[in-house]
C-alpha cells in the first residue's frame, strides 16, 4: 500500500518526524488501514478462520484511548476504487500474494497476515455501537480523507505512505508510531495525550531540500499503487550509473539520489520536462511515460471531497456533485452506501468491473470456498443487473489466481423489481427474495431470536451446498458457537460467567491446534456464504435483522469443539446447568434439520 519504503526512509531520518503529545483534536482516520493495523496487533488467531470478538474488544479499547484524551475520530472507509482500473494490475498481485500466504498457513508454516472474512464487517458494527462517526467513501478513500483533514485542519491517522505525500497542513500521523496502548491518563485531566509522531510535508522537504511542489513527482516517479514506471518498461537510472534494480530492492540510496536530482528543479512542470534524462525508455514511447507520471502526480493532488456534508448533517453526498463514473448508482442508494449499511462492491458491479474474491486458509487441492456462495451472489448480481448479464469473478484455483463469468440470476420473487425503485419495495418481497435464495421457509424460522434468523437461514444454505458436505460435528460445533456467542453478549451486562461459559473459555484456553483443512475449508465456506448472505439482506433493505458478527464466529474454539465432539463429547454434556443454552442451541438445530 502506497510507496514501497518510504515509511522506513523517513522513519531512518529522525529529524523529519516530530514527537508530539496528541489531545484535544479531530483526526481523519484511515478506516480500512487502521482496522487491518488493529486485527493485526491483536495477537488474534490466524489459522482457524477469525477470533472476531478479541478484534472487537481491541477497536473498543483504541476508540477508548482517543475518547480519554478528547480526540475526536472521523473514520473514512474504502468503498470503491480508481473506476479507470489503473490500480487492477496492483490488486491481482496483491490477491496472488494472499493464495501463497494461505497455502503457507494451510501447510503450518507461517507467513504474511491474513485479514478474515468479516473483520470489515466486524469494525463498522463497533463503530456504529461506539457512536464513532464514520463514512464509506463512494471511491478511493485517500482523496476523502486528504481532503477532510485539510478542509478541518487536523491530522491523518494511518499507515498507508500515500500520506507522506499529500501536502496537509496539519500534518500526518504515522499508526505505526501512534502509541495509543500507552495513552497517558489521569481520570478526569483535561492533560491526558497519546504519544505519537507527526509529520508534515514542510519538515521533510526541509530536510531533503526540495520544493513541496515536486513531492506529488517524487511520489510517482518511486512508484505507487497506480503507476510502476520499470513494470512499463521505463527504469530509472542515474548518472553514477545505479543498477537498474526494482524500486523495492533501491531503498535509501534511491531515495536520496532521485531526491538529489529533484533539488535542481524549483516546479513540477520544470522536472518532468527533464524527466526524459532519468527514464531509460529505448524503444519505448516516452509519451506513455510522461502520462503514467502525469497521472501518478493527479493522485495526490488534493480535491475538494463530498463527505463533510455527511459529517454535519447527516446528508448523503449530492448526486449533481460526483463523478459522472457514480451515475450508475441510484440516487437511494447513496445515503446506504455512505453509511456503509450497503456493500460498495455493488459499485464495481454496476460499472461492469471485475471482482476479485477473497482468499483465506481452506484446502487449496479443493475448490474455492466461494463456489459455495456462488448462487447468492448470483441473485445479488440479478438485483443489480438483470437476469442473464455477466460479471467477471477473480478466485482461486489451486494455488493460481484466475477468472471467470458469472451468470446473473434473478429470484423468482424478484422478477417484478426493479433496482432504481427496490427501497420501495414492500418488506414482504425483500423477505420472500431472501428466503427464496438461501432456500429456507418463513416457517423454519419461527421461534427464533430475530437476531439470529440471518445466521440460521445461512446455515441451512451452508449445510446443503458445502463440499464436501459437512458432517453433524460440524454443524453441531458451529451452533454452539452461536451459543457461546450469545452468552458472551449477555455477558456484557452481567457479572458471573456460568458453567457453559466457563466450559468453553477453558477449551479455548487449550494449546492452539494446527488447522485441520477439511474443518477449515467448511468453515471458510460458512464465512463466505454468511457475508454474501450479509451483502444479499442489506440490498433488500435489511428484511431479516443484521446480526452482530463478533458474536457469530469464533474460530479457535468451534475447531477445539470439532475435536472434542468427534471424540465422543455430547453437545448436552457442554451446555449441562443451563437450560436456555440447551434450549437455545436445540432450537437452531431442529430448525436446520427439519428443513
Known amino acids: 500500500m502506497g510507496i ?6 523517513i522513519g531512518d531520518h529522525g529529524e523529519i518526524l516530530t514527537n508530539d503529545h496528541f489531545r484535544n483534536s479531530k483526526v481523519v482516520i484511515d478506516g480500512c488501514n487502521i482496522y487491518h493495523s488493529l486485527y493485526l496487533t491483536s495477537c488474534v488467531d490466524q489459522q482457524h478462520g477469525g477470533d472476531y ?23 473514512i472507509i474504502d468503498g470503491g476504487s480508481d473506476h479507470t482500473d489503473k490500480k487492477f494490475e496492483t490488486v491481482r498481485k496483491r490477491a496472488e500474494s494472499k493464495i501463497d500466504t494461505a497455502n503457507k498457513w494451510s501447510k503450518g508454516l507461517r507467513g504474511a497476515w491474513l485479514i478474515p472474512t468479516l473483520a470489515r464487517q466486524v469494525f463498522k458494527q463497533v463503530l456504529s455501537s461506539l457512536n464513532v462517526p464514520f463514512a464509506q467513501a463512494l471511491s478511493e478513500a485517500d482523496q476523502e480523507i486528504a481532503s477532510l483533514a485539510q478542509k478541518w485542519k487536523c491530522p491523518v491517522l494511518s499507515n ?10 496539519a500534518g500526518f500521523l504515522p499508526m505505526s508510531h501512534f502509541q495509543w496502548q500507552n495513552a497517558s491518563v489521569q481520570r478526569w485531566s483535561p492533560q491526558n495525550y497519546i504519544p505519537c509522531k507527526r509529520y508534515t510535508t514542510t519538515s521533510f522537504c526541509r530536510q531533503v531540500n526540495i520544493n513541496r511542489q515536486l513531492l506529488p513527482v517524487f511520489g510517482a516517479i518511486t512508484g505507487n499503487d497506480y503507476v510502476n514506471l520499470d513494470k512499463m518498461g521505463f527504469p530509472i537510472k542515474f548518472e553514477d550509473s545505479l543498477s537498474m534494480e526494482p524500486n523495492w530492492k533501491r531503498g535509501v540510496v534511491f531515495f536520496n539520489k532521485l531526491l538529489k536530482w529533484l533539488a535542481s528543479f524549483q516546479e513540477k512542470q520544470e522536472a518532468l520536462d527533464n524527466v526524459h534524462l532519468l527514464i531509460c525508455h529505448g524503444e519505448n514511447n516516452m509519451d506513455a511515460a510522461l502520462q503514467a507520471l502525469s497521472r501518478g502526480i493527479e493522485t495526490y493532488q488534493i480535491q475538494p471531497g463530498c463527505l463533510e456534508r455527511f459529517f454535519n448533517d447527516g446528508e448523503a453526498p449530492d448526486a449533481g456533485l460526483l463523478p ?11 445515503l446506504p452506501l455512505t453509511k456503509g449499511t450497503l456493500p460498495p462492491y455493488m459499485i464495481y458491479i454496476l460499472q461492469h468491473r471485475p ?11 479443493l475448490p474455492s470456498g466461494n463456489i459455495t456462495s456462488r448462487p447468492i451472489r448470483q ?7 438483470g437476469e442473464g448479464r455477466e460479471v467477471e469473478e477473480y478466485d482461486r484455483e489451486e494455488t493460481n489466481l484466475t477468472s471467470s463469468m458469472v451468470t446473473a440470476i434473478l429470484p423468482s420473487a424478484a422478477q417484478q423489481l426493479q433496482l432504481d425503485t427496490l427501497d420501495q419495495a414492500p418488506h414482504l418481497v425483500w423477505l420472500e427474495v431472501f428466503l427464496e435464495t438461501v432456500g429456507v421457509s418463513q416457517s423454519t424460522l419461527n421461534g427464533l431470536p430475530l437476531h439470529l434468523g440471518l445466521p440460521v437461514a445461512v446455515t441451512y444454505y451452508w449445510l446443503r451446498h458445502a463440499h464436501p458436505r459437512p458432517d453433524l460435528p460440524l454443524l453441531q460445533a458451529l451452533l454452539l458457537g452461536l451459543v457461546y456467542g450469545e452468552l458472551c453478549r449477555q455477558r456484557k451486562s452481567q457479572r458471573e460467567e456460568g458453567p457453559v461459559l466457563e466450559r468453553m473459555r477453558g477449551l479455548i484456553q487449550r494449546r492452539a491446534m494446527s488447522p485441520d483443512l477439511g474443518v477449515a475449508h467448511a468453515y471458510n465456506q460458512w464465512q463466505r456464504c454468511m457475508r454474501d448472505g450479509l451483502y444479499l439482506n442489506q440490498l433488500l433493505c435489511l428484511p431479516l435483522p443484521e446480526p452482530q458478527c463478533a458474536w457469530l464466529y469464533k474460530g479457535s474454539l468451534l475447531h477445539q469443539l470439532v475435536g472434542q465432539l468427534r471424540r465422543g463429547v455430547t453437545p448436552d454434556s457442554l451446555l449441562m446447568e443451563d437450560p ?8 437452531m438445530l431442529e430448525a436446520i434439520l427439519n428443513s
Request: hydrophobic share 40%.
Open 4 to 9: 514501497k519504503g518510504l515509511a522506513k526512509f
Open 355 to 365: 471482482v476479485i474474491q477473497g482468499i483465506q486458509v481452506e484446502d487449496h487441492s
Open 53 to 75: 470478538d478479541v478484534f472487537e474488544d481491541q477497536v473498543c479499547k483504541f476508540f477508548k484511548a482517543l475518547r480519554d484524551c478528547s480526540i475526536e475520530p472521523y473514520v
Open 324 to 334: 459522472d463514473h457514480l451515475s450508475v448508482l441510484p440516487d437511494w442508494t447513496l
Open 160 to 169: 498507508d505512505s500515500d500520506f507522506y505525500i499529500f501536502d496537509i497542513q
Open 379 to 385: 441473485a445479488f448480481y440479478g438485483l443489480l443487473l
Open 580 to 587: 436456555s443454552s440447551g434450549q437455545l442451541y436445540r432450537a
